[in-house]
Every structure is written in C-alpha cells, then in structure tokens.
C-alpha cells in the first residue's frame, strides 16, 4: 500500500518546542519544515524590503500581516520538496491564515494530514525561552540547561555560531504569549472542529514527545 503524504502543522505557544521536533522529524521523515519565523528572520538579514517591513513587528513580538505572511508561505510552499509532505511551523497563526492556507491546500490537492498541538504551561515557557540559543547555520534550537550543545556556542549539527534571538528578552516574550494567547489559540478549536487535531503534552522530556509524535504521524500513515 502506498504511503500518503505527510502534510502537518504544528501548533502550540513560542517556546512550546515547534522547532525542536521539526528538526527531529525531517530526519526521520525526509520532509522539510517550513518556518514562518526562520523565513522572515532570513529575509531580516538578507536586508531585502520584505525584511524591512516585518523587522518592527517581528521585535516587538508582534504578528506580521496575514496578507504577507501568507504570500511568503505558499510561495515556499512551491517548493519541489515539498510535494512528498511538510511539516508548517508557526503558520497558520490566525484564523485568517488557516483558512487562506485551507484553501491554497484544496486548490493545490495537498489535504491536511493533522495538526499536532504541543502544550505547555506559561510558567515553562519564559525560561526555556530566555535560555535558548539559536544556530545562525541550521537554526537548530539549544538550551543552555535542557539541550546543551557539545560544544559552548557551537551547533552540533552543522557547527554553525549559536546566537540569542532578539526577541527572546523577558519584555518581548511576554508580549508574544499574550499575542498568542489572543490571536492563534482559537486554531485549536478551528482544527478540533475539523478533526484534524492531535494534542501532546510539550511539558516532557524532548525524547518523550518526539515518540508521541512519531506514534500520531504513523497512525496517520
Ligand atoms: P517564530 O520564530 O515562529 O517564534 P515562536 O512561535 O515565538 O516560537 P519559537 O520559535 O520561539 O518557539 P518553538 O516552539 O520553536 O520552540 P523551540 O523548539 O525553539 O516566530 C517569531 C516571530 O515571527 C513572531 O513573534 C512573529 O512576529 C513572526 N511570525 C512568525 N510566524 C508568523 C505568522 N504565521 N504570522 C504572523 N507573524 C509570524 O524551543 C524553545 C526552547 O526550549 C529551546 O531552548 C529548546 O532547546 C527548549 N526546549 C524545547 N523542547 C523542550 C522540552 N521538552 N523541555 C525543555 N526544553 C525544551
Ligand atoms: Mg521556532
């Protein structure tokens, strides 16, 4: 029997580990992961007037317009690679964007797979996020207590310089639970509604929700 495609989004507050277990997952997996976030931070640096527009929002731990952020994710969801399966990371973030990206699915014949929802108290949140460390090559997530790179201010994976994201200060973070808390928790609703939900503890060890999620992604196969 042959496999279906693996088209996923995963959901759930900054620091909730979205990045981590993508990045577990397109090894496993072979599909890649597609972040909002890491889209607009490349397009910051790159300098580009895309990069320029979503710069303010993006450190005041704003959302970025839904008519923008939408352009820039189907665009990436153009992508050759991405026709065996993908995994969206921090997209859709409103309502707005679930049914922009619903109708982009139907109208390209790519149907949701499942959303996966990792949950996590606040309390968790600010110190995972205000100890983590980013890699500036592979964006690989670290955490200067729970995940350590081998090596000090090093990614294990592909030796790139680890970095504090800007907006990981204690002011910024508080803001984007609050934005997240308004404006993207209604989605776990919006996918209950459509059955495609699937919740996991996020309050683990890394191990132990990767396994939840690898037993969700299976079921779906
Ligand atoms: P984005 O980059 O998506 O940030 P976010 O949603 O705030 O989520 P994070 O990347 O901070 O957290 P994560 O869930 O990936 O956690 P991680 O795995 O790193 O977006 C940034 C900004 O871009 C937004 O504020 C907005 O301005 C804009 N934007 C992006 N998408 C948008 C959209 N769709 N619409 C509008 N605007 C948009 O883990 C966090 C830390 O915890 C790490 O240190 C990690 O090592 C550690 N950790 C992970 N799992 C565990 C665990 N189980 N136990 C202990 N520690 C753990
Ligand atoms: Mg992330």
Redesign the pocket.
């Known amino acids: 029997m042959s496999k279906r495609n693996l088209n996923l989004i ?1 959901l ?11 990045k577990m997952i397109v090894d496993k997996y072979s599909i890649p992961q597609l ?4 889209l ?2 490349a397009a910051v640096s790159s300098g580009s007037s895309i990069g320029d527009e ?1 710069k303010g ?2 450190a005041s ?6 008519a923008l ?1 939408v352009d820039i ?1 189907l665009d990436r969801l153009s992508g050759d690679d991405c026709r065996d399966g993908f995994i969206l ?6 309502v707005a ?1 679930a049914e922009s990206l619903e109708k982009a699915l139907v109208s390209r014949g790519m149907p949701l797979s499942g959303v996966v929802a ?1 949950i ?1 108290p606040d309390e ?1 949140l600010l110190g ?2 205000t ?4 890699c500036r090559g592979c964006s690989a ?3 200067l207590e ?2 350590k790179p081998k090596v000090d201010g090093v990614c294990d994976r592909c030796q790139g310089e680890l970095y504090q ?1 800007k ?2 200060s204690e002011e910024v973070i508080l803001n ?1 639970l609050k ?2 808390h308004d404006q993207t928790s209604p989605l776990i609703d919006f996918y209950q509604k459509q059955k495609k939900l699937y919740t996991v503890d ?5 191990e132990m ?1 990767f396994s939840e999620i690898c037993d969700i992604i299976d079921s779906l196969n």
């Open positions: 995963f759930g507050p900054p620091g909730a580990g979205k990045g981590t277990q993508a972040s909002t976030g890491d607009m931070r979503v929002y993006m731990g704003a959302l970025v317009p839904d952020v994710l990371d921090g997209f859709p973030r409103t964007q990792m996590v968790a995972r996020l100890a983590r460390r980013i997530s670290y955490h729970f995940l994201r907006d990981d984007r934005v997240y996020g309050n683990n060890k890394i929700i």
